[in-house]
């Protein structure tokens, strides 16, 4: 070999090894401190844990090392190079503390979730790409989240979502320390949840479709622009006697209880959503009695009781299934019209004393609040479900980027508020060059809430909508590297959110995107 050629090699390795060893935390930390030197990752190390609750980190912790370089590790109780411990165990406190040096990796904190956000850390001072050697920076890390719900919503009734595609999407939350997934399983288009107690919801009919206007749609971009993402997947199709070929799926009992287990090893919480009383046109078409014509249509006639007992027999399900304590009941977008053409209806508000039709569904949330509550659990709806009067224990969504006062309202009544405006967090809408410094510098949280109100945002999410989204790949255009801002606008406080400070952070992300495989949305592209 020449000398000038071990020369310049050996100056672009270094180049290569130094800009490897820089720390691009996203979320920003509380505190970064960076020393000398670095921890060299070598085969068959022990990654050991404090405590016999740590064992599924550990072996979390253990698959993602190995994805990422190859090797293999080992993990026991006790002492390992790379070391996760419990300190002073308390289940609120989300910080956590993250030390490396030449001898090991020490992350500690005070519960599961918080080791979990300590090992999204240490996965990100992994270099991004295969280099010639493994290693993470010499440094000390402090950091807690400024809010404790940072979520994402998946719409798989539009179009459908394998569980294995589901999972990817919770890997790469738990990279970013999103803890939050809201799953929304019920709709006009579909039903996706399996339940016992109704099985025509997940019938080759119901949960499987004829195409709609936005498969259509879809189909028409995907031959228009060439775009093999805009394709409805060939694995979601199924041949139906007296039907043809239909579109769609469902989720088993087992499928689900699998995804909520895959999720809680990443420290993510699921919050399922089967929407009541309207977007329900799934389980109308189903079990025509639902609806106040019989006819099909939705929303859920609530003047008859049998409606009340389908609601009642699907939550107990969804309570079995989910053990998160947050359920949301949606009651978006509800059609109330149809109630007060319903005699059934009707007689409802008079017999219950109600004003009008907001009232009955007012009426119907707090009935289901209480039945939420009497089985342990708490109800969460969209921002409609002010209307009409709601429980102070109720939690909003906030979506209607266009009704500002919503967040005021609810907050002033006590409510607590999770903030997803579509203005900024709706991840189905079009995209341009500006749409990721928006998300960044926009004031999420209203800028016009006392201490007191503010305490009561417990956070925000993105929603991802899917009428236009039929596969993974148009998800990962649509959600990365978007999805970064979101993370740091939820995790960073405001005070130390920095566009200037974030985005070279955000470009060396998209290595580890690319590294992942993610089919993310460049940052310059005339394409939405
Ligand atoms: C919604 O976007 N209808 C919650
Ligand atoms: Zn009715």
Same mark, same amino acid.
């Given at each position: 070999?020449?000398?000038?050629?071990?020369?310049?090699? !050996?100056?672009?390795?270094l180049?290569?090894?130094? !800009?490897?060893? !820089?720390?691009?935390?996203?979320?920003?930390?509380?505190?970064?401190? @960076?020393?000398?030197?670095?921890?060299?990752?070598?085969?068959?190390?022990?990654?050991?844990?404090? +405590?016999?609750?740590?064992?599924?980190?550990?072996?979390?912790?253990?698959?993602?090392?190995?994805?990422?370089?190859?090797?293999?590790?080992?993990?026991?109780?006790?002492?390992?190079?790379?070391?996760?411990?419990?300190?002073?165990?308390?289940?609120?406190?989300?910080?956590?503390?993250?030390?490396?040096?030449?001898?090991?990796?020490?992350?500690?904190?005070?519960?599961?979730?918080?080791?979990?956000?300590?090992?999204?850390?240490?996965?990100?001072?992994?270099?991004?790409?295969?280099?010639?050697?493994?290693?993470?920076?010499?440094?000390?890390?402090?950091?807690?989240?400024?809010?404790h719900?940072?979520?994402? $919503?998946?719409?798989?009734?539009?179009?459908?979502?394998?569980?294995?595609?589901t999972?990817?999407?919770?890997?790469?939350?738990?990279?970013?320390?999103?803890?939050?997934?809201?799953?929304?399983? #019920?709709?006009?288009?579909?039903?996706?949840?399996?339940?016992?107690?109704?099985?025509?919801?997940?019938?080759?009919?119901?949960?499987w479709?004829?195409?709609?206007?936005? +498969?259509?749609? %879809?189909?028409?971009?995907a031959?228009?622009?060439?775009? =093999?993402?805009?394709?409805?997947?060939?694995?979601?199709?199924?041949?139906?006697?007296?039907?043809?070929?239909?579109?769609?799926?469902?989720?088993t009992?087992?499928?689900?209880c699998?995804?909520?287990?895959?999720?809680?090893?990443?420290?993510?919480?699921i919050i399922?959503?089967?929407?009541?009383?309207?977007?329900n046109?799934?389980?109308?078409? %189903?079990?025509?009695?639902?609806?106040?014509?019989?006819?099909?249509?939705?929303?859920?006639?609530?003047?008859?009781?049998t409606t009340?007992?389908f609601?009642?027999?699907?939550?107990?399900e969804?309570?079995q299934?989910?053990?998160?304590?947050?359920? #949301?009941?949606?009651?978006?977008?509800?059609?109330?019209?149809?109630?007060?053409e319903?005699?059934?209806?009707?007689?409802?508000?008079? #017999?219950?004393?109600?004003?009008d039709?907001?009232?009955?569904?007012?009426?119907? &949330?707090?009935?289901?609040?209480?039945?939420?509550?009497?089985?342990?659990?708490? /109800?969460?709806?969209?921002?409609?479900?002010?209307?009409?009067?709601?429980?102070?224990? !109720? &939690?909003?969504?906030?979506?209607?980027?266009?009704?500002?006062d919503?967040?005021?309202?609810?907050?002033? $009544?006590?409510?607590?508020?999770?903030?997803?405006?579509?203005?900024?967090?709706?991840?189905?809408?079009?995209?341009?060059?500006n749409?990721?410094?928006? /998300?960044?510098?926009?004031?999420?949280?209203?800028?016009?809430?006392?201490?007191?109100q503010?305490?009561?945002?417990?956070?925000?999410?993105?929603?991802?909508? %899917?009428?236009r989204? =039929?596969?993974?790949?148009?998800? @990962?255009?649509?959600?990365?590297?978007?999805?970064?801002?979101?993370?740091?606008?939820?995790?960073?406080?405001?005070?130390?959110?920095?566009?200037?400070?974030?985005?070279?952070?955000?470009?060396?992300?998209?290595?580890?995107?690319?590294?992942?495989?993610i089919?993310?949305?460049?940052?310059?592209?005339?394409?939405?």
């Amino acid at each position: 070999m020449n000398k000038r050629f071990t020369f310049l090699t !050996a100056c672009l390795l270094l180049c290569v090894g130094t !800009a490897m060893a !820089a720390v691009n935390i996203i979320p920003k930390p509380t505190s970064v401190v @960076e020393k000398e030197g670095e921890f060299v990752f070598t085969k068959g190390f022990t990654i050991g844990y404090s +405590d016999v609750s740590l064992q599924p980190a550990a072996t979390y912790l253990q698959e993602v090392l190995t994805k990422a370089t190859g090797l293999s590790f080992k993990t026991k109780l006790g002492k390992g190079k790379v070391q996760i411990s419990l300190v002073l165990p308390d289940e609120n406190d989300e910080s956590y503390e993250l030390v490396s040096d030449k001898k090991g990796v020490l992350i500690t904190a005070h519960n599961y979730r918080s080791i979990i956000n300590g090992i999204a850390t240490l996965r990100q001072l992994l270099p991004p790409v295969v280099k010639v050697q493994y290693d993470v920076p010499a440094v000390t890390i402090k950091d807690s989240p400024n809010f404790h719900w940072r979520g994402l $919503m998946l719409d798989p009734v539009r179009h459908f979502f394998s569980v294995e595609e589901t999972k990817k999407l919770l890997d790469e939350m738990a990279l970013y320390k999103l803890n939050k997934f809201h799953w929304h399983l #019920s709709d006009n288009e579909g039903f996706r949840m399996e339940v016992k107690a109704y099985p025509g919801l997940t019938s080759d009919t119901v949960a499987w479709r004829r195409f709609n206007y936005h +498969d259509r749609q %879809c189909l028409d971009r995907a031959s228009k622009e060439n775009n =093999p993402s805009m394709l409805l997947p060939w694995k979601f199709f199924k041949e139906v006697e007296g039907y043809g070929e239909l579109y769609g799926g469902f989720y088993t009992q087992e499928e689900i209880c699998d995804v909520v287990k895959y999720a809680a090893i990443r420290g993510i919480d699921i919050i399922p959503e089967i929407d009541m009383p309207g977007h329900n046109g799934a389980a109308c078409y %189903c079990y025509r009695w639902l609806s106040c014509t019989q006819n099909g249509v939705e929303p859920l006639c609530l003047g008859r009781n049998t409606t009340i007992e389908f609601a009642e027999k699907v939550y107990d399900e969804v309570f079995q299934l989910f053990p998160y304590e947050y359920v #949301s009941i949606g009651g978006d977008e509800v059609n109330r019209r149809r109630w007060s053409e319903c005699s059934e209806c009707k007689k409802r508000i008079e #017999s219950e004393g109600l004003k009008d039709v907001s009232e009955l569904q007012a009426w119907f &949330t707090k009935k289901m609040e209480k039945y939420f509550n009497a089985h342990g659990r708490r /109800i969460l709806g969209w921002d409609e479900i002010l209307e009409g009067g709601l429980s102070k224990t !109720a &939690t909003v969504h906030w979506w209607r980027g266009d009704h500002p006062d919503v967040t005021q309202k609810a907050t002033a $009544m006590g409510n607590e508020v999770v903030l997803c405006p579509f203005t900024f967090l709706y991840f189905d809408y079009a995209q341009d060059d500006n749409t990721l410094r928006h /998300i960044y510098d926009g004031d999420i949280v209203p800028v016009d809430l006392t201490a007191e109100q503010l305490k009561l945002i417990k956070g925000m999410q993105a929603n991802i909508w %899917c009428e236009r989204i =039929p596969t993974e790949a148009r998800m @990962e255009w649509m959600v990365f590297p978007r999805v970064l801002a979101l993370a740091e606008k939820a995790w960073t406080p405001r005070k130390d959110q920095n566009w200037d400070d974030f985005l070279p952070r955000l470009q060396a992300h998209l290595q580890r995107l690319d590294a992942m495989g993610i089919q993310y949305r460049p940052l310059q592209t005339k394409r939405p």
